[in-house]
């Protein structure tokens, strides 16, 4: 007896309530990325955040994003993943206009802070994507 996957779109994702966990979707299949940081961890993306939006708004360059800010990555099946921190240019900003839902594509930077239960496979996946 096989178990079969239902793949799920970015829209759907999008719709699905706060239960406390972070998700992610890989070619359609929902992923619990994991429960809500701690506080080490919330310390280290903010720190790295913080300097980097007060230099892109100071030197209009574009936009900074928190860690709940998903990319559509992947359509059909789609996939959507979050960093830590990331950062979009201006120009790619303007050029896009008003997004709604998930960003199309990938940010021009993401941050992902390193968490102890991570493991090398889990994050040599997100940068791969």
């Known amino acids: 007896m096989s178990t079969e996957v239902q793949l799920m779109t970015a829209d759907e994702l999008l719709a699905m309530p706060d239960d406390g966990f972070d998700y992610e979707?890989?070619?359609g299949e929902l992923i619990k990325v994991s429960p809500p940081p701690g506080h080490e961890h919330g310390l280290v993306a903010m720190?790295?955040?913080g300097p980097l939006y007060e230099y892109a708004k100071k030197n209009n360059l574009?936009?900074?994003?928190?860690?709940?800010t998903g990319y559509?990555?992947?359509?059909?099946?789609?996939?959507?993943?979050?960093a830590d921190a990331s950062f979009i240019t201006r120009e790619r900003i303007e050029n896009a206009?008003?997004?709604?839902?998930?960003w199309k594509g990938a940010p021009d930077l993401a941050v992902e802070v390193v968490s102890p239960g991570d493991?090398?496979?889990?994050?040599?996946?997100?940068?791969a994507e």
Do not use: F, H, S
Request: glycine letters at 10%.
């Open 25 to 27: 979707l890989i070619k």
């Open 47 to 49: 720190n790295i955040a």
């Open 62 to 68: 574009g936009k900074v994003y928190a860690a709940e």
């Open 72 to 82: 559509l990555l992947e359509e059909n099946p789609d996939t959507v993943r979050a």
């Open 97 to 102: 206009g008003t997004v709604q839902g998930y």
């Open 119 to 127: 493991t090398v496979r889990r994050i040599e996946g997100k940068v």
